[in-house]
């Protein structure tokens, strides 16, 4: 926290501009000693672009540039901080850091200048990772989700919630060092009441919160089926694109094809996998066993069948495995003569949801699309939901799941200490997930995953 780091804030490689920041105590007399301008800025308006030229000392300019500095607690950082912004390209900005460098700056670690607002009370544990997410966002509604975190709204959410267990864990607390004291300070149906109404406020932000990981890591889907049905015909008329290898040899698919396309603000994650039958073929083999992995892992199955084949026993098995997890089943070619009909599909699955589709006319693909937002997390998918991380996943499930636990303890009278400890631990959950006793080597997991320069 005591050196001035630097590095690029900009996307190495050709650009408008290219933004290299300083950051930390000393940052303004360190660009100072390679801004060249009518005036320094030391004696520059903060937050004001002052147009000047860099150059390394004892050395003509090498650049043309506009530079701005932030005073202490009005930067990203919260720190004392300049930014110049060089032409684009990699020369002027790697030169520029080099000579920043040599001054007496470090160059900055990944993540490092969020670290720093996280560390300088700028942001919680919380808005910081959102600054991750919207950085990687993929569509419109998982910008929206990690910007609703950015601002505060999920953090405050928690803040209410983890108050509110902390209350009732005190109140708790006192009767049982006074157990003298009659029905105590809350009665036994009112803590039932509080827990019950925790639980439900928990829970609903979970939802909140799961909405927002699949709108920030998209709607993964897998699209399984036996050889030549179509898969990755459906595949390429999704992306509307020729993306996957198309034959009518079966088993042309041996691998796993991911792809991610945008329908409406939502990023669906498509996966083409293998065709899923008995082989001998050693490599088809291992396709198929990374198809049920595919499968198994998805948030949605798309099972597809032929409209122009007689179901077969194969068929209705692998129906069976898709058809136990969220999916949708898929009849294609039916701009054929079809054999199989929705209502022949509907005998052995008679609780799914078929649409039938011809890849070679493109028929039926956009209301496929419809239905898998539809589909997604099994039609819990809200639109207000926060940009969280698996790891904010996992601080407040583990939390919810503690709620639980003390939720049983009070209805089977099992005592308010065991009580207390549940309470307790889903507090420590919460706290994680803000960050409030975040251990250094939390925080170097969370920004190792930042990029250099944010």
Known sequence: MEDVITALATPWGEGGIAVVRLSGEGSVEIADKIFLSRQTLFESEPR?????KIYEQNSSPFDEILAVRFEKGKSYTGEESVEFHCHGGTASAQKCIEVLCSLGARAAMPGEFTRRAFVNGR????QAEAVLGIIRARSDEALKASARTLQGGFASDIKEFLSDL????AKLEVDLDFPEEGE????KSQSAEIIDALLQRGSALLNKCRSGLLLREGIKTAIVGRPNVGKSSLLNSLLKEERAIVTPIPGTTRDRIEE???HKGIAIRIIDTAGIRETEDKVEAIGVDTSRRSMNDADLRIWVTDAAEHLTEDDILLGSEATSLPHLIVINKCDLESVVTPEIIKEHFPNSRII???????QGIEELKDIIVEKAAGGDLTFDGYGVTSRQMECLASAITLIKEAQKTIYEKIGDDVTIACISEARGKLSSLLGLDASEELLDTVFGTFCVGK
């Open 260 to 262: 991610t396309f945008i």
């Open 48 to 52: 004001k672009l002052v147009l000047g």
């Open 123 to 126: 942001i919680d544990l919380s």
């Open 166 to 169: 902390t209350i009732l864990a």
């Open 184 to 187: 105590g300070l809350l009665p």
């Open 356 to 362: 039938s589709v011809s890849t070679l006319k493109s």
